[in-house]
């Protein structure tokens, strides 16, 4: 049985947004393609990556007009090819680290504007996550290897625990760092028991390449996106899907899950951000993002969302010349954006 938008929320008593009234902002910020983008874990700072090889600090209030100042952000210089993707200190909101095509994960205090640590990885590196605890890093794509930060050398690689061939689209720990999450580009995923990499549960539900794998905050669900423009909510309780949203068009390019765990953001190939009900499955709302969508990533507090566009071509240029700025942008959009960045419902 259907139930009605706002009843998914009062049901669990909570004001139900109203999406249609939130504005959005925006700021080129890069030289080239913004990649990846993140909030640090108090929300003070939203840090973006691209394909100009930097990493840029934004202050919150930088984010605050409907026309961000660029100057107020900080760039940090270090990598010598794209960067792919970051990932802030799960507590320490002064730390974070980034992967890059050139082979290195590099750990940063952004109150010293330069790396802390340089750790070389054996090929490129896709995606990067903590654990939890904050001890740990992830890095890698076609292997992954887990770096203890106290010692800066790899713990150990999950090069054979996967097979032959398989390209590991992306990596998540869960929010309480016992199950860490491999989607593969065969539309499969698993789940191992951390830290003994026993498997927990695996699927091969998506019908193309597995792209993106998200964790609700209270440890209660998973959600996997693919290529079949399909988003899997599972039950991590019982290892079974309870859900699912596919009102939705185009590849899973992105996803993020709010502060409260209620919805998901999900960026895709068709220009549009869908956010939908992890509950129900439904879509709430829907707006274009005037580009494929890369990155998003909800506020850990508050009703904002960053996001930023996937590659422009050529040919896309030159029917569209604005789409290049858009490739270029960290966008926000929220509650109160254009008119001062409003606190959490």
Same mark, same amino acid.
């Given at each position: ?9 009062? !049901? ?8 249609? +009234?939130?504005?959005?902002? =925006?700021?080129? %910020? ?20 691209? =394909? ?27 990598? !010598? ?16 680290? #980034? ?18 640590? +340089? ?6 590196? $896709? ?7 904050? #001890? ?13 930060? #106290? ?12 097979? #032959?061939?398989? /390209? ?21 995923? +698993?789940?191992?028991? $951390? ?25 209660? $669900? ?21 859900? +699912? ?20 953001? /999900? ?7 869908? /956010?939908?009900? /992890?509950?129900?499955?439904? &879509? ?6 005037? %580009?494929?969508?890369?990155? &998003? ?9 960053? $996001? ?20 270029? !942008? ?16």
């Amino acid at each position: 049985m259907d139930v009605p938008y706002a009843q998914q929320f009062q !049901s669990r008593n909570i004001h139900p947004p109203d999406f249609k +009234t939130w504005g959005s902002a =925006a700021a080129r %910020a890069h030289k080239d393609r913004v990649l990846s983008v993140g909030w640090s874990s108090d929300g003070r700072r939203l840090a973006s990556v691209s =394909a100009d090889k930097s990493l840029r600090i934004w202050p919150d209030k930088a984010l605050q007009s409907s026309r961000p100042d660029a100057k107020m952000a900080t760039a940090m210089i270090g990598h !010598s090819d794209k960067v792919m993707q970051l990932a802030w200190h799960p507590t320490d909101s002064n730390l974070l680290s #980034t992967v890059s095509l050139d082979k290195t994960l590099r750990c940063w205090d952004i109150r010293a504007r330069a790396p802390t640590h +340089t750790l070389l990885l054996d090929t490129p590196a $896709y995606n990067v996550a903590y654990h939890p605890d904050g #001890t740990t890093v992830a890095a890698g794509a076609e292997t992954i290897a887990f770096f203890d930060m #106290t010692a800066a050398t790899p713990m150990k690689t999950l090069e054979q625990k996967q097979k #032959t061939g398989l /390209i590991n689209h992306d990596f998540k720990w869960s929010a309480d760092g016992q199950l860490f999450t491999v989607c593969c580009d065969d539309g499969s995923f +698993t789940a191992y028991r $951390y830290p003994s990499f026993e498997q927990e549960f695996a699927s091969t539900t998506h019908t193309s390449d597995l792209t993106k794998v998200e964790f609700t905050r209270d440890n209660r $669900y998973m959600l996997t996106g693919g290529g079949d423009a399909v988003v899997n909510v599972w039950d991590l309780e019982e290892g079974a899907c309870v859900n +699912t949203i596919n009102d939705i068009e185009g590849l899973v390019r992105s996803m993020s899950i709010n502060f409260n765990s209620e919805c998901v953001a /999900i960026g895709t190939d068709d220009r549009n951000i869908s /956010i939908a009900s /992890i509950h129900t499955g439904h &879509v709430l709302h829907s707006f274009n993002a005037g %580009a494929r969508t890369k990155a &998003v990533a909800w506020h850990p507090t508050n009703a904002l969302l960053a $996001y930023a566009s996937e590659d422009i071509t050529r040919d896309e240029h030159l029917r569209e010349p604005g789409l290049m700025n858009i490739s270029s !942008s960290v966008r926000v959009w929220g509650k109160g954006v254009g008119r001062g960045v409003s606190k959490g419902e």
